[in-house]
């Protein structure tokens, strides 16, 4: 039962079954073409001695022929075996026959005497004498269209029955033996073109979430088994990249939990080894409210990611004026640069507005952390300039800043989940890890991106690209 349900076992069964209906079909074929073949040989043969019969017959003496043979020999050149021949008047009253019916005589139907009368040449297959018969009943007519006589020609169709029958038995042998040579063939050719899959299901039943790095072979040859290896290994490159990144997330998200919550605990355990006065009490308080903001800020953007990497986190976009927008979050940050004395300078487009569909809360969101994230990581005294403006199909938004910069090397991890370029001052700052996670993702949402460039000691320049939109007149 096991092999049944194998595939080589139905390719191989649906290779036999649509063989041997091609051979049935095929053998039917070959049959019908030979049978119609010998059928209309015998046809010709005796439709040529009734005509050679009906134009030796006498005009004075259409029904009477008492040498036919010598006759036919003579007209055809040679004397024709097997042959019953026999004349009639228009009425079937027998004139004359070949001697080789001796005392029997040719049966004649109604409606072949009648087709006779009308000038029609009828074949009749009958079985007479104990064989089958191919007779043919053929009108002799006079110089006009008056039927005078009708001559009727029989031949035995035993060979030619014998000659079908021997083909059926050759058929009958040749389909089953090229079936079973087929199947001994297609089991033959269905392992070997299932060699691969078999090599393919081996090796991924020993991936598992420990051995990722484990790749299927490449076959030689770009058929569907090349594709269907390289699909597979490039779904466990995927894999391989997302375990990784779970396992990245998930370290980091209890690094940044077990911190506030450590300190969270110190602090308590300090506040109750003995009696204090209510100040120091309000310290401790506001110390750990902190660690609480912190935590809830995390979990907050824990949430948000969650969400959107499960599908659940919809947009509400409407057309947006981009400038207004980026003016009123620029007013909201600008008492975030006041401890650090830091200037926000907002360039406006030259254009009268630039629009874009999208969601006005996520886009606040997003420009907000970046102008907040520009705040943190400047100098005391410094400059955040942000600038809108248009290119192409796009319109962008630029946050500016002149603070510490990113290396090169920390480009292209900037935007990963818990990753800071400076850990010794990223809790000072009071960010989670996530913030440029989100803005990545935000900007992805509206089919946008962010581009950076930056040098260390010289600040950064982070660009929200956003397709633009024409609002309605």
């Given amino acids: 039962m096991k092999f049944v349900k194998s595939i080589r076992a139905r390719l191989t069964l649906w290779y036999m079954?649509?063989?041997?209906?091609?051979?049935?079909?095929?053998?039917?074929?070959?049959?019908?073409?030979?049978?119609?073949?010998?059928?209309?040989?015998?046809?010709?043969?005796?439709?040529?001695?009734?005509?050679?019969?009906?134009?030796?017959?006498?005009?004075?003496?259409?029904?009477?022929?008492?040498?036919?043979?010598?006759?036919?020999?003579?007209?055809?050149?040679?004397?024709?075996?097997?042959?019953?021949?026999?004349?009639?008047?228009?009425?079937?009253n027998i004139g004359s026959k070949s001697l080789n019916l001796k005392n029997?005589?040719?049966?004649?139907?109604?409606?072949?005497?009648?087709?006779?009368?009308?000038?029609?040449?009828?074949?009749?297959?009958?079985?007479?004498?104990?064989?089958?018969?191919?007779?043919?009943?053929?009108?002799?007519?006079?110089?006009?269209?008056?039927?005078?006589?009708?001559?009727?020609?029989?031949?035995?169709?035993?060979?030619?029955?014998?000659?079908?029958?021997?083909?059926?038995?050759?058929?009958?042998?040749?389909?089953?033996?090229?079936?079973?040579?087929?199947?001994?063939?297609?089991?033959?050719?269905?392992?070997?073109?299932?060699?691969?899959?078999?090599?393919?299901?081996?090796?991924?039943?020993?991936?598992?979430?420990?051995?990722?790095?484990?790749?299927?072979?490449?076959?030689?040859?770009?058929?569907?088994?090349?594709?269907?290896?390289?699909?597979?290994?490039g779904m466990i490159e995927r894999l391989e990249k997302s375990f990784k990144q779970i396992q990245q997330f998930t370290a980091d998200a209890s690094h940044e939990l077990k911190t506030p919550l450590t300190i969270l605990k110190g602090e308590a355990e300090l506040a109750l080894r003995k009696e204090r006065r209510p100040e120091e009490y309000r310290q401790y308080l506001e110390s750990s409210l902190e660690e609480v903001n912190r935590l809830s800020r995390l979990v907050q953007d824990l949430l948000i990611l969650s969400k959107a990497d499960m599908g659940r986190l919809t947009l509400q976009k409407e057309p947006l004026n981009l400038v207004a927008l980026t003016d009123a979050c620029c007013e909201q940050c600008k008492f975030l640069g006041e401890g650090k004395n830091i200037q926000l300078v907002f360039n406006h487009s030259q254009e009268a507005g630039v629009w874009v569909m999208g969601d006005p809360y996520r886009l606040k969101q997003l420009f907000y952390n970046l102008i907040e994230n520009a705040i943190k990581y400047s100098n005391n005294g410094?400059?955040?300039?942000?600038?809108?403006?248009?290119?192409?199909?796009?319109?962008?938004?630029?946050?500016?800043?002149?603070?510490?910069?990113i290396s090169k090397e920390d480009i292209p991890y900037i935007f990963?989940?818990?990753?800071?370029?400076?850990?010794?001052?990223?809790?000072?700052?009071?960010?989670?890890?996530?913030?440029?996670?989100?803005?990545?993702?935000?900007?992805?949402?509206?089919?946008?991106?962010?581009t950076v460039e930056s040098e260390p000691g010289t600040g950064s320049c982070f660009t929200v690209w956003i397709p633009k939109h024409e609002p309605d007149a």
């Fill in 104 to 233: 029997k005589r040719l049966p004649v139907s109604y409606e072949a005497l009648k087709n006779a009368a009308n000038g029609i040449v009828t074949y009749e297959t009958k079985e007479v004498f104990g064989e089958p018969l191919r007779i043919i009943t053929y009108p002799v007519k006079q110089k006009g269209s008056e039927v005078r006589s009708i001559v009727q020609v029989a031949t035995s169709l035993a060979e030619v029955r014998d000659t079908l029958r021997r083909l059926i038995f050759i058929l009958a042998s040749i389909v089953p033996l090229a079936l079973i040579i087929a199947s001994i063939g297609g089991i033959f050719l269905a392992n070997k073109a299932l060699k691969p899959v078999n090599e393919i299901n081996r090796i991924t039943k020993e991936i598992t979430s420990k051995n990722l790095g484990l790749r299927v072979p490449q076959p030689a040859t770009h058929d569907e088994l090349g594709q269907l290896v390289e699909t597979i290994n």
């Fill in 382 to 405: 410094g400059t955040v300039e942000i600038t809108t403006g248009s290119n192409g199909q796009y319109a962008n938004v630029s946050i500016r800043d002149e603070g510490l910069g």
């Fill in 17 to 92: 079954i649509i063989l041997g209906c091609t051979l049935v079909l095929f053998s039917a074929l070959v049959y019908y073409q030979m049978s119609r073949s010998l059928y209309k040989s015998v046809d010709r043969k005796i439709l040529t001695i009734s005509e050679v019969v009906a134009s030796s017959l006498a005009p004075h003496s259409p029904s009477v022929f008492s040498d036919i043979e010598k006759k036919l020999a003579k007209e055809v050149g040679r004397q024709p075996a097997a042959k019953f021949i026999q004349l009639m008047d228009r009425s079937g």
């Fill in 416 to 450: 990963d989940r818990f990753y800071r370029v400076d850990k010794s001052r990223s809790r000072e700052a009071g960010g989670t890890g996530l913030g440029l996670s989100i803005c990545k993702w935000i900007a992805e949402a509206h089919q946008g991106k962010i």
